[in-house]
């Protein structure tokens, strides 16, 4: 079984910043991309950053120049630093990752179960 699990939420005030952490375990094969998404109430669920096994990366509009995402492939850990946080970045991050377990062939998206980031002062 694959799981994926972040950790680093928590409350800060505006210009403020935080270091999110997602690490895969389980039977993994390979890991091919990795992104951050996430959901504020009343709204649907969207793409924050992502970034390949190669280390290519993408950023939503919202988030350039204050967000960075990075990935250690040896710990099947991906990162998101956050800063200058704004109260509309507030919301629940999920952690993404497209990958091979080592029990089943196809490639498949798995996704942690949330850490709440509340920017507020």
């Known amino acids: 079984q694959v799981q994926l699990v972040e950790s680093g939420g928590g409350l800060v005030q505006p210009g403020g910043s935080l270091r999110l952490s997602c690490a895969a375990s389980?039977?993994?094969?390979?890991?091919?991309?990795m992104g951050w998404y996430r959901q504020a109430p009343g709204k649907e669920r969207e793409l924050v950053a992502t970034?390949?096994?190669?280390?290519?990366?993408n950023y939503a509009d919202s988030v350039k120049g204050r967000f960075t995402i990075s990935r250690d492939n040896a710990k099947n850990t991906v990162y998101l630093q956050m800063n200058s946080l704004k109260p509309e970045d507030t919301a629940v991050y999920y952690c993404?990752?497209?990958?091979?377990?080592?029990?089943?062939?196809?490639?498949?998206?798995?996704w942690g179960q949330g850490t709440q980031v509340t920017v507020s002062s």
């Open positions: 993404n990752a497209d990958l091979r377990s080592r029990r089943w062939y196809a490639v498949t998206s798995y």
């Open positions: 389980g039977s993994i094969f390979s890991i091919n991309d």
């Open positions: 970034i390949t096994s190669g280390g290519s990366t």
